[in-house]
């Protein structure tokens, strides 16, 4: 029962940082890079565990819901069309 709460305790930080780190305007998206490319490839890394069999439904709903706040706010910063832009698609192309 621990372990599980703290993955719902985490799952809900990094949410958080999704939505901090979310730009609406270019100066704070600037400053906001290298933790977007962190977070960006860190929930990149999870995409296996949502096609375990052996992993929990919450788990997986949650760490889909991560996936889901990263287009649902970085969406925009891809559409500005900005050359900074770029390194958050190329760090989802990886995968």
């Known amino acids: 029962m621990k372990s599980y709460i703290i993955r719902c305790y985490l799952f809900a930080v ?16 600037t400053a906001q890079i ?16 949502l096609i375990d069999s052996s992993k929990d439904e919450e788990d997986v709903k949650a760490i889909a819901r991560l996936f889901a706040d990263i287009g649902d706010s970085y969406v925009e910063l891809i559409a500005t069309g900005m050359i900074l832009d770029l390194l958050i698609i190329v760090n989802l192309q990886v995968f």
């Open 14 to 29: 990094i949410s958080e940082l999704i939505h901090y780190t979310s730009a609406r305007n270019v100066d704070r998206f």
């Open 34 to 49: 290298p933790l977007i490319q962190v977070i960006v490839y860190q929930v990149m890394n999870l995409k296996p565990q």
